[in-house]
């Protein structure tokens, strides 16, 4: 039995793509019955969410003070306030953190009260790419130096989770090679782990045909520009004047702001009539609806570290199209992973020049609909492919790669379908990196392990 704490500093539905993510893998841990899996994060006592099988503790929330700074102050009290096992040797084999959000945290706990356990870090987003991405104006030297210093305070604090971190965990394949760079930044070798998230197990469904209008969804923050919703306004703008009639879903905004957002996107969009923004939501069912109601589910992220609700979609047999910088993106053409003969029809290719976006989404989505009968089969053989990536398939996975460098095993290791490993590379960091990129000569290396690791191969994982 593996025993397994995972440190949230917000996990649960309704809160953002990571504490959704938080959710998800700890119920897939829990689903496992050879798992015993403890969740500690910070919420009030009635905004408490289920985790499936998962046994959940709460720190108190602290009235003005960010959640991050709560669960890192957990780590210095005793875990028994909080329901936990006493401190000492034996109580876990693993304790995962999330990211600079819980990561810190992480690691002071293990440290502090749990020093024989493996602490995995998970990598949520590329804190570079991040920043570069909300340079709006590249002449501008003055946004140009605080987001670049910005991105390098993230990864500074990356960099020093990753020093005690036994395991890098990144959300697909892109992050993956981020983690292994930022560990290259290190002395001394760890292991990492690529994970693939899991989706929705659920029954064939059938999206309607479009008739008059074709309807486009797009699930994302809309206070949040990095989501491209701005770009899927003006790519509805410009089929509508264009003769095309679409309506565009968008399911994420403040509540209390939602008269005001709904105007505003009804002028970016070019009148009334052509966009429904909706609210946040903490019900599953709401999503479900919203999917099953549309013809498409679009991704216009400006970039994206994976991007969960692309292949929430896929497993409902809708069509999805998804940004070029993405995980989600390097999953569809990969492969190894059973998607790459999918890859070119949902991968949206945008162009360097942000004025020119909205055109590439328009001509994707314009392709789905006229494209309509061949895009359904290939949404059906997606989702068909997503069965074999389930959330318990995703945890049973990361349990594996954790025991293995429990064990004392250095690794790079890959799930695959079924949540079986491969082992795809040795040590991720080497003593000398680069002075400037923090990457090693062959830290990207996916094909030869390092010496002492085995050959690269697919084992089944330990159930």
């Known amino acids: 039995m593996a025993r397994i704490l995972v440190v949230?500093?917000?996990?649960?539905?309704?809160?953002?793509?990571?504490?959704?993510?938080?959710?998800?893998?700890?119920?897939?841990?829990?689903?496992?019955?050879?798992?015993?899996?403890?969740?500690?994060?910070?919420?009030?006592?009635?905004?408490?969410?289920?985790?499936?099988?998962?046994?959940?503790?709460?720190?108190?929330?602290?009235?003005?003070?960010?959640?991050?700074?709560t669960i890192l102050n957990a780590a210095q009290r005793d875990p028994e306030e909080f329901g936990l096992p006493a401190k000492g040797t034996g109580q876990y084999d693993i304790v995962i953190g999330h990211s600079r959000f819980s990561g810190p945290a992480a690691s002071a706990m293990q440290s502090a009260w749990y020093p024989d356990a493996v602490h995995m870090n998970f990598l949520h987003t590329s804190p570079e790419k991040l920043e570069q991405a909300k340079i709006t104006n590249p002449d501008d030297a003055e946004m140009v130096r605080i987001r670049t210093e910005a991105g390098a305070a993230k990864v500074k604090i990356e960099k020093d989770i990753f020093r005690t971190a036994r395991v890098g965990?990144?959300?697909?394949?892109?992050?993956?090679?981020?983690?292994?760079?930022?560990?290259?930044?290190?002395?001394?070798?760890?292991?990492?782990?690529?994970?693939?998230?899991?989706?929705?197990?659920?029954?064939?469904?059938?999206?309607?045909?479009?008739?008059?209008?074709?309807?486009?969804?797009?699930?994302?923050?809309?206070?949040?520009?990095?989501?491209?919703?701005?770009?899927?306004?003006?790519?509805?703008?410009?089929?509508?004047?264009?003769?095309?009639?679409?309506?565009?879903?968008?399911?994420?905004?403040?509540?209390?702001?939602?008269?005001?957002?709904?105007?505003?996107?009804?002028?970016?969009?070019g009148g009334a009539g052509r966009v429904t923004v909706k609210p946040f939501t903490k019900e599953k069912q709401d999503l479900v609806d919203d999917m099953h109601a549309n013809h498409v589910v679009i991704m216009p992220s400006k970039t994206e570290g994976f991007g969960l609700v692309a292949t929430e979609a896929a497993a409902h047999c809708i069509p999805i199209l998804v940004n070029r910088d993405s995980g989600a993106a390097k999953f569809l053409q990969d492969p190894a992973r059973g998607a790459a003969h999918l890859g070119k029809d949902s991968v949206v290719m945008t162009?360097?020049?942000?004025?020119?976006?909205?055109?590439?989404?328009?001509?994707?989505?314009?392709?789905?609909?006229?494209?309509?009968?061949?895009?359904?089969?290939?949404?059906?053989?997606?989702?068909?492919?997503?069965?074999?990536?389930?959330?318990?398939?995703?945890?049973?996975?990361?349990?594996?790669?954790?025991?293995?460098?429990?064990?004392?095993?250095?690794?790079?290791?890959?799930?695959?379908?079924?949540?079986?490993?491969?082992?795809?590379?040795?040590?991720?960091?080497?003593?000398?990196?680069?002075?400037?990129?923090?990457?090693?000569?062959?830290?990207?290396?996916t094909s030869a392990p390092a010496q002492g690791s085995p050959k690269p191969t697919v084992k089944p994982a330990v159930l």
């Open 8 to 69: 949230s500093n917000e996990s649960g539905m309704g809160l953002g793509g990571v504490p959704v993510f938080n959710k998800l893998i700890t119920e897939g841990l829990a689903e496992n019955e050879a798992h015993k899996v403890d969740l500690l994060y910070v919420t009030d006592a009635d905004n408490v969410q289920p985790h499936g099988r998962a046994t959940v503790h709460r720190v108190p929330p602290v009235a003005g003070e960010d959640k991050m700074k």
């Open 169 to 269: 965990v990144g959300v697909g394949g892109a992050l993956a090679e981020d983690v292994q760079r930022i560990q290259a930044m290190n002395p001394g070798a760890k292991s990492w782990h690529d994970l693939m998230p899991g989706g929705e197990t659920v029954k064939t469904f059938s999206p309607p045909s479009p008739t008059e209008q074709f309807n486009v969804l797009l699930m994302g923050r809309m206070d949040d520009p990095m989501k491209g919703g701005s770009d899927a306004l003006a790519a509805v703008k410009h089929l509508n004047d264009n003769g095309k009639k679409v309506h565009l879903t968008i399911r994420g905004a403040n509540p209390e702001k939602l008269q005001e957002t709904q105007a505003k996107a009804d002028l970016q969009a």
């Open 351 to 445: 162009p360097e020049d942000a004025s020119q976006r909205h055109i590439a989404w328009a001509d994707a989505i314009q392709n789905v609909s006229e494209n309509w009968s061949d895009r359904k089969v290939g949404a059906y053989e997606l989702h068909k492919v997503l069965k074999d990536y389930t959330w318990e398939n995703a945890g049973t996975a990361l349990v594996q790669a954790g025991m293995d460098a429990k064990d004392g095993n250095v690794r790079g290791t890959k799930q695959v379908q079924s949540g079986r490993l491969e082992y795809v590379a040795g040590a991720a960091s080497l003593a000398s990196p680069n002075a400037t990129t923090g990457q090693s000569a062959n830290s990207q290396s």
